[in-house]
């Protein structure tokens, strides 16, 4: 399957960092995992606990009634006997109004970055917690890259 260049609506640019600017903390959302990563040790509550854990000692505020969050999705293809393929995205989302009608409020992902992993059955669960760990680094340093000092 081919993806057209471009068709995501935020990534790592100089521009997606810049919505990250300001922000003074985050909620952490989970996506439904398959159930086929559950089975294989991976939960929503333990994947929320690991990136809270590893923003706040980031330096990164987290609060869970926050309207701006980092959602984690995964999403994963496997064939009965082969390895595993994940494909693992971190993005920010905020809260924006339209400007041709101030009355229509949504939620849209601000800034994004992903990574595609292949393993083993046996090393799902830790091919997907290093993933996460490196998307949620990557996203401190484009937080902390804006961020001003008082």
């Not at 068709?7 to 985050?26: P, Q």
């Not at 505020?61 to 496997?78: C, N, W, Y």
């Not at 091919?127 to 680094?137: E, I, P």
Request: aromatic share 4%; proline share 3%; charged share 25%.
């Amino acid at each position: 399957m081919l993806v057209p260049a471009g068709s995501h609506a935020a990534g790592d640019a100089a521009l997606d960092r810049a919505t990250l600017r300001g922000l003074k903390s985050v909620g952490v959302v989970i996506d439904t995992l398959d159930a086929e990563l559950t089975r294989q040790g991976l939960s929503a509550g333990d994947l929320a606990a690991r990136i809270t854990d590893r923003l706040q000692k980031a330096g990164v505020p987290t609060d869970k009634s926050a309207t701006e969050f980092v959602g984690l999705r995964i999403m994963q293809v496997h064939d009965k006997k082969g390895p595993y393929g994940l494909c693992l995205s971190i993005g920010t989302y905020q809260p924006v109004v339209l400007v041709r009608d101030k009355n229509m409020k949504t939620a849209t992902q601000t800034w994004e970055v992903e990574t595609v992993v292949v393993a083993d059955a046996k090393l799902v669960r830790e091919a997907a917690l290093n993933s996460v760990d490196d998307l949620v680094d990557r996203f401190v340093a484009a937080w902390k890259s804006v961020q001003t000092t008082p």
